[in-house]
C-alpha cells in the first residue's frame, strides 16, 4: 500500500503564487510515477503534471510556462506561478505504479482558489 499527504493549497490572487506538495510512503519501487491532477466544478479531471523516474516532467499544455513539477525522492512538488482563477480547483497528488495489477493511488486532493 502507498499513502499519500498532500498540503500547500490555499488562497491567492491572480498573479500570486502557491508551492503544493504530496509526500508518498510505504510499498514505493521500480519505475514509478507521481504527479499531479485537477477538477474544477462542473469539469473533467483534467492532467497538471508528472514525474516519472528517470524521465522528465511532463505538463498539461496550461501548466507550461507557469507551473514547476519537481521531485525528491518520493516527493512531488509543484510550483504554481502567475496563478489566474481559471487555475482554481481541487487538486489531487496521485502515485502510479506503471503496472496494470497495481491500481493508481490518489491524495485527499487540497484546495486551489485564485480570486481576480
Known amino acids: 500500500q502507498v499513502q499519500l499527504v498532500e498540503s500547500g493549497g490555499g488562497l491567492v490572487q491572480s498573479g500570486g503564487s502557491l508551492r503544493l506538495s504530496c509526500a508518498a510512503s510505504?510499498?514505493?519501487?521500480?519505475?514509478?510515477?507521481l504527479g499531479w491532477y485537477r477538477q474544477a466544478p462542473g469539469r473533467e479531471r483534467e492532467k497538471v503534471a508528472s514525474k516519472r523516474t528517470s524521465m522528465i516532467p511532463i505538463y498539461g499544455e496550461f501548466a507550461k510556462g507557469r507551473f514547476d513539477i519537481t521531485r525528491e525522492k518520493n516527493t512531488v512538488y509543484l510550483q504554481m506561478n502567475n496563478l489566474k482563477p481559471e487555475d482554481t480547483a481541487v487538486y489531487f497528488c496521485?502515485?502510479?505504479?506503471?503496472?496494470?495489477?497495481?491500481?493508481?493511488?490518489w491524495g485527499q486532493g487540497t484546495q486551489v482558489t485564485v480570486s481576480s
Open positions: 510505504g510499498n514505493i519501487f521500480g519505475v514509478n510515477e
Open positions: 496521485y502515485y502510479d505504479q506503471r503496472l496494470k495489477t497495481i491500481p493508481i493511488v
